[in-house]
């Protein structure tokens, strides 16, 4: 049975940093692609951030430059550092991924950054 699970986040002043971890186990192998979304209460979900099996990437422009996704093949761990942290970034934040046609999510990770 796939399961991500997340650590991390927490609350922080802005200009502060954190990372978020998502570790997955019941896979075949490495993980492959893994999405980081995150959602603000009343609000969709937004996609942040995503890497894929080869190592692209994707940053929405609100977090370009201040977030990167980096991953640990050998821990099956994909990582969200999130630097310059602002205020309107405070969310829960998700991992996803999908395989077999089925998405899987993390449990979630609450990030508040206070002004």
């Known amino acids: 049975q796939v399961q991500l699970v997340q650590s991390g986040g927490g609350f922080v002043q802005a200009g502060g940093s954190l990372r978020l971890s998502c570790a997955a186990s019941?896979?075949?192998?490495?993980?492959?692609?893994i999405d980081w979304y995150r959602q603000i209460p009343g609000q969709q979900r937004e996609l942040v951030a995503s890497?894929?099996?080869?190592?692209?990437?994707y940053y929405a422009d609100s977090v370009k430059g201040r977030f990167s996704i980096s991953r640990d093949n050998a821990k099956n761990t994909v990582y969200l550092q999130m630097n310059s942290l602002k205020p309107e970034d405070t969310a829960v934040y998700y991992c996803?991924?999908?395989?077999?046609?089925?998405?899987?999510w993390g449990q979630g990770a609450q990030v508040t950054v206070s002004s």
């Open positions: 890497t894929t099996d080869v190592g692209s990437t």
């Open positions: 996803m991924t999908i395989i077999s046609y089925r998405d899987y």
């Open positions: 019941g896979t075949r192998g490495s993980i492959n692609a």
